[in-house]
């Protein structure tokens, strides 16, 4: 079912309730914010990719405390087994039966520290789950929670004791972002909130998990028209037309992130349809993080996001009106 504009205005309303109780808390880009709420509303997964002490857990951290479901935090670590992640089966000796006992994936968020400290076995339990809300253990399968939603987050300058994550994990997160370092007042009301002893454990929830609920299910009936859907594959298949540059260009679960996140990004809006810019606005965040550049232009400083850039400049863009029809 489409979404009614009177939907999509309550949507907007609880967007900026929840952006400006994170914001409250988190003092930095809001942009940073805005990418991770939309991808929240999508039902996507966030990785945060940035050097230690920018406040990449404190942000996810306080997405989980503003809503009030379950809130489940994980530290990868080398050690860490995939039954420490997905959960196990125990016998009991009483029933003479086994049991399953959850693991953290069984919540509604669930912050996943460092993710690339742990072994490429235990990152390979999270693929399952975060494809297809689900976890199969001992041939059983049993499903998570929804909304469910995946924050991830580590360092890409320390390398040592990491594994770094394959390009299936890698393309199982809808948004790749850094968080950057505050402006100098911005810097400033952190170092306040740090000598009071301000937590993200203080802020309260403004939203009930059946309101995230419904918000993902509005976000999925965001209309897109036949041109919007045509621009977006126009873009994602440029990415796979420049051989010299890029060796690997966007899969078609790329395009579908992006649409999803463009749906969120219209809803957050107070609109019930998306249009050429919440694509296009959106590009890098989504794809750029699936791009695998060819060394040789790595060595000439090209990026992912370079790439998209270009793209987008260079894709014809539809009328936006016709997104509405």
């Known amino acids: 079912m489409e979404t009614s504009a009177a939907d999509a205005d309550w949507f907007s309303r609880q967007h900026q309730r929840l952006a400006a109780n994170i914001s409250g808390f988190f003092r930095g880009n809001p942009a940073v914010v805005e990418r991770a709420l939309l991808c929240m509303y999508a039902e996507g997964h966030l990785l945060l990719d940035d050097v230690p002490g920018v406040g990449k857990t404190s942000l996810a951290k306080a997405i989980g405390q503003s809503v009030s479901g379950v809130v489940r935090r994980v530290q990868f670590t080398a050690d860490l087994l995939p039954s420490d992640v997905t959960g196990v089966r125990i016998w009991d000796a009483a029933s003479r039966t086994f049991e399953f006992h959850e693991g953290p994936v069984f919540a509604n968020v669930v912050l996943i520290d460092e993710i690339n400290r742990a072994s490429p076995k235990t990152q390979s339990a999270l693929l399952e789950v975060m494809e297809e809300r689900r976890v199969t253990v001992d041939s ?19 390398h040592g004791g990491t594994y770094e994550l394959p390009e299936a994990q890698i393309d199982r997160f809808m948004i790749r972002s850094t968080v950057g370092y505050p402006d100098h007042a911005a810097e400033i009301e952190i170092l306040t909130a740090g000598t009071r002893g301000v937590e993200p454990e203080d802020l309260e929830p403004v939203l009930t998990n059946a309101d995230l609920l419904r918000m993902t299910e509005l976000a999925r009936g965001v209309h897109l028209s036949a041109e919007v859907y045509d621009y977006i594959v ?14 690997l260009g966007v899969s078609p679960r790329g395009g579908l992130s992006l649409a999803r996140a463009a749906q969120a990004r219209a809803a957050a809006a107070g609109r019930p349809f998306v249009t050429p810019d919440d694509v296009k606005s959106l590009a890098p965040a989504v794809l750029g993080h699936r791009i695998i550049i060819r060394p040789e232009a ?21 009328d936006p009106y016709s997104a509405r029809r």
Do not use: C, K
């Not at 059983?140 to 320390?158: D, G, S």
């Not at 126009?234 to 060796?247: E, F, S």
């Not at 370079?306 to 014809?316: F, G, K, P, Q, Y």
């Open 140 to 158: 059983t399968t049993y499903r998570v929670p929804r909304p469910f939603m995946a924050i991830a987050t580590q360092n890409p300058v320390e």
């Open 298 to 318: 790595l060595l000439d400083g090209l990026t992912g996001a370079d790439v998209l850039s270009r793209i987008t400049a260079s894709v014809r863009i539809p």
């Open 234 to 247: 126009m873009i994602v298949a440029d990415t796979r037309r420049h051989p010299d540059q890029i060796r």
